[in-house]
């Protein structure tokens, strides 16, 4: 059975960084692309961004040149960088096996001053 367990979340002044990780138990990593959501209070959730097996990635409009997804096969990990945060960031993040209903419980993601 496959686990995702993301950290990293935390209160942040508008402009810093952090980085999320999401660690995967199981086997399926490697073989499937992943994807980062959040969802923020009273809205949807929605997908910030996205890679590959091949390391292509794939981000929203609101967060390009700011955030980057990265993997590491050999660690099972999923990373999100996010700089130059905003309080519109504000969410809780999740990390997902794509194609799959395979989801971590989230780590809130606070920016405010």
């Known amino acids: 059975q496959v686990q995702l367990v993301e950290s990293g979340g935390g209160l942040v002044q508008p402009g810093g960084s952090l980085r999320l990780s999401c660690a995967a138990s199981g086997s399926i990593f490697s073989n499937n692309a992943m994807g980062w959501y959040r969802q923020a209070p009273g809205k949807q959730r929605e997908q910030v961004a996205a890679?590959?097996?091949?390391?292509?990635?794939t981000y929203i409009g609101s967060v390009k040149g700011r955030f980057t997804i990265s993997r590491d096969n050999a660690k099972n990990t999923v990373y999100l960088q996010m700089n130059s945060l905003k309080p519109e960031d504000t969410a809780v993040y999740y990390c997902?096996?794509?194609?799959?209903?395979?989801w971590g419980r989230g780590t809130l993601v606070t920016v405010s001053s």
């Open positions: 890679i590959t097996t091949d390391y292509y990635t």
């Open positions: 997902r096996v794509l194609g799959r209903e395979i």
